[in-house]
């Protein structure tokens, strides 16, 4: 009997290892915190999306592919302007910037039953293009960013609400957030571009946006086509730059006897940028620009490369936007509803 003591023993340290494998392979794959299997090994957990408070209006938007007027709720139609005019890859400081500019403009357009560029008979009050804001719904937006649509609608969805119900105003009223892609360095006094003196729309300083992709553009003409579209006849040489603006963009030229400004000519010839040098080469003209769009208000990219040097979304609009001021739109929407 005393011989068979070992045996046992052995045998019954191995029955109790083999009721404990079991235990052994399952408890690395449970949750700690609440004693269940892994499910993060069956289902991948999903992002979720900011969930947004009411709108408390709708904008009535032109569908310009669908030839027809969509009533889309404020704050779902500010989501689809930030998807459209900047990239969802910028900083978050950047996009909530972004969606004050696009919440303030429609605001200011609501209040004053501006329905100017829009169809007529259309009971709209913008369309979805370059001519108002870029708006694309979210099926649209799944459509052109397909597997990368989830954390690109999320990271818009979050700058949307961090900004829900606030715009920019400029002595209580909303201000023309006007913006732009890349500036040449300065972004412009407003009536150096348009007529009228707007006080918080003054030339800064934004050299960061020399780091712009798109701060460089050079565009070749015929000579020919380049009489045609400015009505002139050039030689040897193609003109005089006679005057810049606060910006450092070009206010006045003389190209062949005829005075243009600098917007007329970037009009003419399709330019990214009313800064502009060029030359003759050969039988054509070679145009340098630098900046991309008409430089008043927020430079896009500006405000992309202020917040990845660490500055907020609101240091972003008091640079762009001197002396203006975040409110609530309520105020405002109220007025708007009133008269509806």
Do not use: C
């Not at 915190?33 to 289902?43: F, P, T």
């Not at 009535?60 to 689809?80: C, D, F, H, M, S």
């Not at 070679?286 to 430079?299: L, Q, R």
């Amino acid at each position: 009997m005393k011989q068979m003591r070992p045996v046992l023993f052995a045998l019954g340290g191995l029955f109790i290892i083999i009721l404990l494998i079991p235990t052994l392979l399952v408890t690395p794959f449970m949750d700690q915190s609440k004693g269940k299997l892994g499910e993060d090994l069956k289902v991948a957990k999903k992002e979720e999306i900011p969930v947004l408070a009411e709108s408390p209006v709708a904008v009535p938007v032109y569908r310009t592919q669908a030839n027809k007027t969509e009533t889309i709720p404020l704050e779902e139609y500010v989501i689809g302007v930030v998807a459209s005019e900047m990239p969802a890859e910028f900083e978050h400081e950047a996009l909530k910037a972004q969606a004050l500019a696009a919440r303030t403009y429609i605001t200011k357009k609501l209040v004053n039953n501006d329905s100017m560029g829009t169809p007529e008979g259309s009971n709209s009050l913008v369309t979805d293009t370059q001519a108002h804001q870029v708006y694309k719904s979210k099926e649209e937006l799944q459509e052109i960013w397909g597997n990368d649509y989830s954390w690109k609608i999320k990271k818009i969805t979050e700058a949307v609400a961090a900004t829900q119900g606030k715009i920019l105003t400029y002595e209580s009223k909303p201000i023309d957030a006007l913006f732009f892609s890349t500036s040449n360095g300065y972004t412009e006094n407003s009536e150096a571009y348009w007529q009228g003196k707007i006080p918080y729309l003054r030339s800064v300083e934004s050299t960061w946006d020399e780091k712009s992709p798109k701060f460089h553009d050079q565009k070749v003409i015929s000579i020919n086509e380049f009489e045609k579209k400015l009505g002139v006849k050039i030689n040897k040489s193609i003109g005089t730059i006679k005057e810049l603006t606060p910006g450092k963009r070009v206010a006045k030229v003389e190209v062949g006897g005829k005075e243009f400004t600098g917007r007329e000519i970037r009009e003419k010839l399709e330019l990214k940028s009313s800064d502009f040098t060029w030359e003759i080469k050969g039988n054509s003209v070679v145009i340098e620009t630098k900046g991309f769009g008409h430089g008043v208000g927020m430079s896009q990219y500006g405000a992309n490369f202020m917040a990845e040097s660490g500055k907020s979304y609101t240091d972003i609009i008091s640079h762009y936007y001197q002396n203006t001021e975040i409110a609530t739109a309520e105020p405002f929407l109220s007025k708007y509803t009133a008269t509806k």
